[in-house]
C-alpha cells in the first residue's frame, strides 16, 4: 500500500469528535445488550489474563537479573592451566632403568615402553624393592608416575614375591587462553 491510494476521508471518520460520543454511548449501552453474566466472564478472563502478564513479567525480571549474576561470576573465573600427560619415549626409560640396574642388583628392572617393572625373587628383598620404587618414582623431571599393578608373596606366581609395574608419563603444562 503506498502513500498516494491511502483513503484520508476513511480515517477523519474515526478522528471525528462524534466518534468519541458512539465509543460512549456504546460502553453505557453494554451491560444491558450482553448482560451481566458475559460481563462478568469477560471481567474475570481480563483479569486472568492481567495476573499471567504480572507474573510474566516478574519471571522475566527475575531471569534478567540472573543471567546478570551469571555473566558476572564468569566474569570473575579465572584463566586455568591445562595440565597433559604423554607417556615417556621407550630410550628415555630404557637409559633409566638401564642405570638403575647397576644401584639395585638384587632385583631385576626391565623396560616395557613406557612402563617400568620391578621384581624381587624374595621378600628379604623388600628395602631395595621399596628404594627402587622411590627411585622410580623420582626418575626424571617432569615425570608422573603411576602404579598399575603390584603384588606380594603369592600374589606374585613363581618367579616373583615382589612385583611392581609403574606407568610413567611426562606431564606438560599449557599457558591458559587469555580472554578478550
Known amino acids: 500500500m503506498d502513500f498516494k491510494s491511502f483513503d484520508f476521508n476513511a480515517l477523519k471518520k474515526y478522528l471525528d469528535p462524534k466518534a468519541a460520543d458512539d465509543l460512549n454511548a456504546f460502553l453505557e449501552k453494554l451491560p444491558q445488550n450482553a448482560g451481566q453474566t458475559a460481563l462478568i466472564a469477560a471481567g ?55 642405570s638403575a640396574k647397576e644401584i639395585y ?14 621384581t624381587a625373587r624374595s621378600t628379604s628383598n623388600f628395602t631395595e624393592f621399596r628404594e627402587a620404587l622411590g627411585h622410580v618414582q623420582n626418575g626424571g623431571k617432569g615425570w608422573r608416575v603411576s602404579l598399575e599393578k603390584m603384588c606380594v608373596g603369592r600374589e606374585c606366581g613363581k618367579n616373583a614375591k615382589l612385583s611392581a609395574t609403574l606407568k610413567v608419563n611426562k606431564v606438560t603444562v599449557t599457558e591458559p587462553k587469555k580472554k578478550g
Open 105 to 118: 642388583r638384587g632385583i631385576d628392572i626391565k623396560a616395557n615402553g613406557s612402563q617400568v617393572i620391578i
Open 44 to 98: 474475570i478472563a481480563w483479569g486472568a489474563a492481567a495476573a499471567l502478564g504480572l507474573y510474566t513479567a516478574v519471571q522475566t525480571q527475575t531471569m534478567i537479573e540472573m543471567r546478570a549474576k551469571l555473566k558476572e561470576t564468569k566474569a570473575l573465573k579465572p584463566a586455568v592451566p591445562t595440565i597433559t600427560e604423554k607417556p615417556i619415549d621407550k630410550a628415555s626409560v630404557e637409559k633409566f632403568v638401564s
